[in-house]
């Protein structure tokens, strides 16, 4: 675009369809509007279907890493941005891979909301209180791996589908409980959810969850200038940090690995871990120091946790 956004020619922005990609998309429209005092016809939300969209995929309960690996919720995106379909892409940020597609790029992070999962069952509050061998349902490896490593008597069963689908399912008795990002509850504003959040100690979250990134094309100077006022200094420097560390351990949908950067000032504390999918093993460590470092923080405490872990972690898991 070479004009400001306008309801003749709207800036057209690309997300995926899911309630939680529209609420994420709403949010960015209403803060460009609330920006620069534009109707909100000057926006258009334009839905893109992903490769993990797959509906009959999400019924069958089908595992994501099945379906493929890296960019599972961003390649279709993405391909329309770099084509000019769209104008700018939301996403959410724990599904973007560590690097952009030639000529993208993400220097737009929105105010991150919690970072926690919920735990979510109408008969037990933490994932300490479910009975013996309960039955629990995520199609996450990560908290399929960290729930196996705290409580290995529980029997974990994929769990897909959005949160409508899911609590019908835990009301059909095909799992006891699941778990759900804190974030999506809350962004998605739908009242009476049995979830309560779950301690960080106890559950190291997925790598940027509950951040929202706005991704645009290289060179485009108007979005450039249209994302400046909404993206939050702060939860930039923690992503940097936590995708770092991502990055280093070459982490895909495929691999178990959490982590969180929390920022005191001027210092930045890392947590992370790595897991076999089974949870037989886990991996954890911190590292501290100045926010300006995250990167470096990140890429150091990944190195310090393979170290520990040794070279062949990854493989066969």
Same mark, same amino acid.
């Given at each position: ?44 939300? +334009? ?108 029997? +974990? ?17 095909? =799992? ?6 804190? =974030? ?8 009476? +959810? ?13 790598? =940027? ?8 094309? +290289? ?87 393979? =170290? ?10």
């Amino acid at each position: 675009m070479t004009q400001m956004p306008s309801p003749s020619a709207p800036l057209k922005i690309g997300t995926r369809g899911s309630p939680l990609a529209l609420a994420q998309a709403h949010e960015t429209r209403e803060r460009l509007m609330t920006a620069f005092d534009l109707p909100q016809e000057a926006f258009e939300i +334009v839905i893109i279907k992903t490769t993990g969209d797959d509906r009959s995929m999400i019924a069958n309960d089908i595992p994501l890493k099945e379906i493929g690996n890296k960019g599972l919720f961003t390649k279709e995106i993405e391909e329309a941005l770099l084509a000019g379909g769209i104008d700018i892409a939301v996403h959410s940020m724990k599904d973007m891979p560590t690097v952009q597609p030639e000529g993208l790029m993400l220097d737009c992070y929105l105010p991150r909301e919690d970072t926690r999962d919920a735990f979510i069952c109408s008969h037990a509050d933490t994932i300490h209180d479910l009975p013996q061998s309960a039955v629990v349902g995520t199609s996450s490896l990560r908290r399929r791996a960290q729930l196996l490593n705290r409580r290995p008597d529980l029997e +974990v069963v994929e769990f897909r589908g959005n949160l409508q689908t899911r609590l019908k399912k835990l009301e059909d008795g095909v =799992a006891f409980a699941t778990f759900l990002a804190c =974030a999506g509850l809350k962004r998605m504003k739908i009242p009476g +959810v049995p979830m309560t959040p779950i301690d960080t100690d106890d559950m190291l979250p997925a790598l =940027a969850q509950g951040a929202i990134g706005i991704e645009r094309r +290289v060179g485009d100077a108007l979005t450039e200038r249209l994302l400046a006022p909404l993206h939050h200094h702060d939860t930039g420097l923690r992503l940097a940090a936590e995708r770092s560390f991502l990055k280093t351990l070459d982490g895909s949908c495929e691999t178990p690995i959490a982590g969180l950067a929390e920022l005191d000032g001027d210092q930045l504390r890392l947590r992370g871990e790595i897991l076999k999918t089974d949870g037989s093993l886990s991996y954890a460590g911190e590292i501290s120091g100045s926010i300006k470092d995250g990167a470096a923080l990140g890429e150091s405490l990944a190195k310090e946790l393979l =170290a520990k872990a040794g070279p062949d972690f990854f493989d066969h898991l």
